[in-house]
């Protein structure tokens, strides 16, 4: 078996059932990659905390979490989106398991820095429940749910919580996001992307809101993992393949 590779998804695909079943179609054909689902759901987080009276913070293109919003959020992360996808994999006749980030002890967590509330900063932590599913051929599905050593549950960036079961794996990642990419000044998608230029892009306002978020957390995976990071679009499933084989698509972060 080669080396693993951990997807990240969230966003619209998770509104379209047929992306959502475009990609599981293409992670069942891979057969010699395991294969790790990490999953965010911004939208449904925030049709739910609405439906509840809350309104969204975000700083930085990260969410706020107030800790009295945190039942709402596990529940539709961990619970509603998580058994989703689940359900639908099943039905695909793909062998799959829900998990959170806290389960069999995969990610640890402590408190953000950046004042956001009930959320996690992720760190690795133990494989050995990843390992075993790979091992039995599962697809594990896992949400961005984690917990502090005392208990109490947090919420953590989704792309972030991909970075840290890539380092626990030493797996490739892939961001999966609504565009094929990020774009440069002149509007065009970037093939490789630099953190001097990034951090010019960043200033500049030419990336911005949840593209900060994740361009920073595809540079911290690049540098931990000392290898470049793809960051490409779901609804061009089939690029997966072409990843894997070796060939560059979407926007290539390169490590310091």
């Known amino acids: 078996m080669k080396q ?74 961990a619970g509603a989106v998580n058994k989703s996808i689940v359900a639908t994999a099943t039905s695909m ?41 790979l091992k039995a051929n599962f697809l594990p599905i896992i949400s961005s749910i984690g917990a502090l050593p005392t208990g109490e549950l947090v919420n953590v960036n989704a792309d972030d919580a991909a970075v840290v079961i890539c380092q626990l794996l030493n797996a490739q990642l892939l961001l999966l996001t609504d565009v094929n990419g990020v774009k440069g000044a002149d509007g065009e998608y970037l093939a490789q992307l630099d953190a001097i230029t990034a951090n010019k892009l960043i200033n500049d306002g030419v990336i911005a809101g949840g593209m900060t978020a994740k361009v920073n957390a595809a540079f911290y995976a690049a540098n931990q993992l000392r290898r470049s990071i793809a960051v490409a679009s779901w609804q061009a499933p089939e690029q997966i393949v072409n990843l894997l084989n070796g060939e560059l698509i979407g926007t290539r972060i390169q490590p310091e």
Do not use: W, Y
């Open 4 to 77: 693993p590779l951990v997807i990240k998804i969230g966003g619209a695909i998770l509104e379209k059932e047929s992306a959502l079943t475009a990609l599981l179609n293409v992670i069942a054909s891979i057969k010699n990659h395991a294969v790790v689902l990490v999953h965010g759901g911004g939208c449904v987080v925030d049709e739910m905390l609405s439906q509840a009276g809350f309104t969204t913070v975000k700083k930085h293109g990260l969410r706020v979490t107030p800790a009295e919003q945190m039942p709402i959020i596990s529940g539709a992360l």
């Open 93 to 133: 006749k793909i062998p799959s398991v829900g998990l959170s980030l806290t389960d069999g002890g995969i990610v640890s967590c402590r408190l953000n820095d950046l004042d956001l509330g009930a959320v996690g900063t992720p760190k690795a932590q133990d494989s050995k429940l990843l390992d075993t599913l």
